[in-house]
């Protein structure tokens, strides 16, 4: 049976543990109760089984539905609920001391149903889409499952185009799957929509001539011309900057492109307003003669300063009529002009265990900008590569607010650092031609009595319960809060339905809708087993990221920890006929502590670890913007032993046989001298590859070595399969048994003590502790 909960080792205790009648009575009776509910609310005495890791990445848990529903419901992949057994009231939510989150993925990569047809199916009272959790009163009438409104059928929807038959509108495909997509008629536009507009401003100053970023870029944007997403419509557009904006004439009539530079800076004004933004197909040639030329025009330059914000301001103007999508390459702190900014991180406070200053801006220009930008529809992306303090934290406000991305590469170097300079070119290819969408708003709705109040995520709030994207991406994720205003206590199903309003890149104006559903439940005992430990961990951190900036790093911390105490103190005092010593936990929580913990290890949160501002900044970032599997592994990596695979339960894909070790626990016991390691930690991958005969002297340390022999073609099969699951490069760092690159390896080993932190049994007896009190 798949284990939707952590597979808890065999129990080491001596203590009497209750058996299921006696449980099922403490907790107030669970009648018909799936086995795997009962085994999530299993007690787990965490301070004597240690090995609670399952032995592959965990599942998220199933919702306890009819086998109908569950087919149809929405995926885990893309739509998830901290809690799959949803209180009915907010004093029971309280009772039970955890978060009621929604975890969303709305745009990831997926083949799903598009639907075309000229009536979009809406309740005529709250306008949630009609979905497979609706119900059907006969075939003339439906009944919303989020107000409960009785709606008519209209007459085109009683026809089936799937199936080609008439009269079972409960068989057409918006009632049989969980996420579609819709072709939008005119009703959902307030303008034709936007052609693909991208617009290029590159940092050319000294600084970033010298990490030679510019040729990277200029190669893998020749390489990806044809690749990016579009139609005859496409425009682009480059400005480069330095102490002085120039802006490039690229009008097809030209026979090479023209350069017209503007220096005066505090009154910027774009030059020409016709051939600065041209169409791609018409200008292919100019533009490739520029991004050949381009890095030889600025390689001798002596210019220092950086103009960043009137670049900015410049692209604003430039992409104010049509809105799209602005990518920025900066190297170093902005010194000129609007926006400008002073280093503001002192070296000696890196490992402060007092508190970390300056994690918000230090100017509202950023901010500013980007909510100017949102209004246009403009979307502005960052790439910082600069190993300088840059003041992230002012910088990234205009992405935060423009519904962009933040890319940061702080090493990055063409001699110094290749390894770097492979993941920039590798993750850019990514970034050019994946799915884009334009123009877009996200509307969260769901079942009445429950309320939205908190969004996490890049993106402007237009309303309570609608976000602004001026652009949407496949890679970004998001997380809302939510609150129990009324009871709901007359439906046994609370369902979410997420919206996203979006123009294709071919100029299309679609409506991509997910559903999910869930059961509601009157015992506190239910709520416990439906718990999705991962979802917690993500829904948390991504308020201790806002507790550090509005309060303080040190208060974020202890909320985080305070989570662990009141959840496994509400469950033990409403277990209370369990008297138990040690420190119990039900198993659908019994990593809680331990991801808790490797949370106030990460760069974002930790302390007493020397830690650089922007890499802080950066990792606050990321946790805000990513969705939960990306964000998971890098709050837990997934650590294998390599030199011991076997083909025992290996997966067999187009003739390739995948080895599946088993997860080990993150600590050094797990590590032995003479093995062979693997940590994946999402977007780096340090492989720790100790005295084995296999591995030669004078190797590449970014690559796996191409052997015949059973051992490297598993590694390099697994290899392959852990970068198929996620869309952005991973870089593989080889750690040889002497090499100074442990130090970051060790760094992961959550469940070890260092010198500012405890160790995971440390931890566990200060939850305690706490607990005690």
């Known amino acids: 049976m798949a284990m939707a909960t952590p597979a808890c080792s065999q129990r080491t205790t001596k203590l009497p543990f209750p058996n299921m009648s006696q449980l099922s009575a403490a907790l107030g009776g669970l009648s018909g109760v799936p086995e795997l509910e009962v085994e999530a609310l299993r007690p787990v005495n965490l301070l004597q089984e240690r090995n609670l890791l399952p032995h592959r990445p965990l599942d998220a848990p199933e919702p306890n539905l009819n086998a109908d529903l569950k087919k149809a419901n929405c995926s885990p992949d893309t739509f998830r609920c901290t809690l799959t057994n949803i209180p009915q009231t907010q004093a029971l939510l309280n009772k039970a001391r955890l978060p009621l989150g929604l975890l969303l993925h709305p745009f990831r990569d997926l083949q799903l149903p598009v639907i075309t047809s000229s ?69 959902y536009m307030l303008r034709p929509p936007q052609p693909a507009v991208y617009l290029f401003v590159l940092d050319v100053s000294h ?38 904006i120039h802006f490039y004439n690229l009008h097809e009539s030209l026979s090479q492109p023209q350069m017209l530079v503007v220096s005066d800076i505090d009154d910027i004004f774009i030059p020409t307003h016709d051939s600065l933004l041209v169409n791609l197909k018409e200008s292919r040639e100019l533009v490739r003669v520029l991004l050949t030329s381009l890095p030889a025009m600025f390689s001798q330059t002596r210019e220092t300063h950086s103009a960043l914000g009137p670049a900015l301001q410049a692209a604003y103007k430039l992409m104010t009529s049509t809105g799209g999508r602005v990518s920025v390459f900066q190297t170093q702190l902005p010194t000129l002009g609007a926006g400008l900014l002073q280093s503001r991180e002192d070296p000696n406070q890196r490992s402060s265990t007092k508190g970390v200053q300056h994690l918000g801006p230090a100017t509202d220009f950023y901010k500013k900008l980007a909510l100017d930008c949102s ?92 976000l602004s994207l001026a652009n949407v991406n496949p890679d970004s994720g998001f997380a809302v809060q939510m609150s129990i205003e009324e009871s709901m206590a007359d439906t046994s199903l609370a369902c979410f339905q997420a919206a996203l309003l979006y123009t294709s890149s071919k100029g299309k104006r679609r409506i991509r809708v997910h559903t999910l559903c869930l059961p509601v439940v009157s015992q506190l005992s239910d709520v416990y087993a439906g718990a999705d430990v991962q979802a917690i961990t ?51 929580l019994c990593l809680f502590p331990l991801y808790v913990l490797a949370l106030l290890k990460q760069k974002a949160l930790r302390t007493g670890t020397s830690t650089k501002l922007d890499e802080r900044v950066f990792a606050m970032c990321e946790f805000k913007s990513q969705p939960l599997q990306q964000i998971m592994r890098t709050v837990h990596p997934d650590l294998y032993r390599l030199d011991t695979m076997s083909d025992q339960g290996a997966l067999h894909l187009n003739d390739c046989i995948v080895p599946q070790p088993h997860l080990l626990h993150l600590t050094a016991e797990k590590l032995t001298r003479e093995g062979a390691f693997l940590m994946d930690c999402g977007s780096v991958s340090p492989a720790m590859l100790c005295q084995m005969t296999e591995v030669p002297e004078k190797m590449n340390l970014t690559q796996i070595p191409e052997l015949e022999t059973p051992l490297s073609e598993r590694l390099r099969a697994l290899l392959a399969w852990l970068q198929d699951s996620r869309t952005f490069s991973s870089t593989l760092h080889v750690v040889k048994d002497d090499a100074s690159a442990k130090t970051s390896f060790f760094q992961h080993l959550v469940e070890d003590r260092s010198e500012s932190a405890f160790s995971y049994y440390e931890f566990l007896l200060h939850i305690q502790q706490q607990m005690s009190k």
């Open 119 to 187: 009536t979009i199916v809406r309740c005529r009272s709250c306008r949630t889409y009609i979905n497979p959790f609706v119900s059907f009163l006969d075939q003339r009438r439906w009944k919303c499952n989020l107000c409960y409104r009785v709606n008519d059928v209209p007459d085109e929807f009683m026809y089936n185009p799937v199936t080609r038959s008439y009269g079972e509108p409960h068989k057409r495909p918006e009632v049989q799957n969980s996420t579609v997509e819709f072709i939008a008629s005119s009703d």
């Open 538 to 588: 993500c829904l948390l951190a991504n308020m201790a990221i806002d507790r550090s900036i509005s309060s303080s790093l040190s208060d974020a911390r202890d909320a985080l920890v305070n989570a662990v105490v009141d959840s496994l103190s509400a469950y033990k005092n409403t277990v209370s006929n369990l008297q138990q010593s040690g420190l119990i936990a039900p198993a659908a």
């Open 375 to 466: 209004g246009q529809q403009i979307a502005v992306d960052l790439f910082l590569l600069s190993s300088q303090y840059s003041d992230l934290a002012s910088l990234a406000c205009v992405s935060k607010y423009s519904a962009g991305s933040i890319f940061y590469y702080p090493s990055l170097h063409h001699v110094h650092n290749p390894a770097q300079l492979d993941k920039f070119q590798k993750d850019l290819e990514r970034y050019l031609t994946r799915k884009i969408g334009f123009e877009a708003v996200m509307r969260i709705r769901c079942t009445k009595g429950l309320s939205i109040h908190t969004f996490h995520g890049n993106f402007f709030v237009r309303s309570t319960d609608l």
């Open 207 to 244: 600084n970033a001539m010298d990490a030679g970023y510019l040729d990277v870029f200029c190669q893998t944007l020749l390489e990806n011309l044809d690749k990016i997403p579009g139609d005859t419509r496409t425009r682009v557009g480059f400005i480069t900057f330095n102490s002085t």
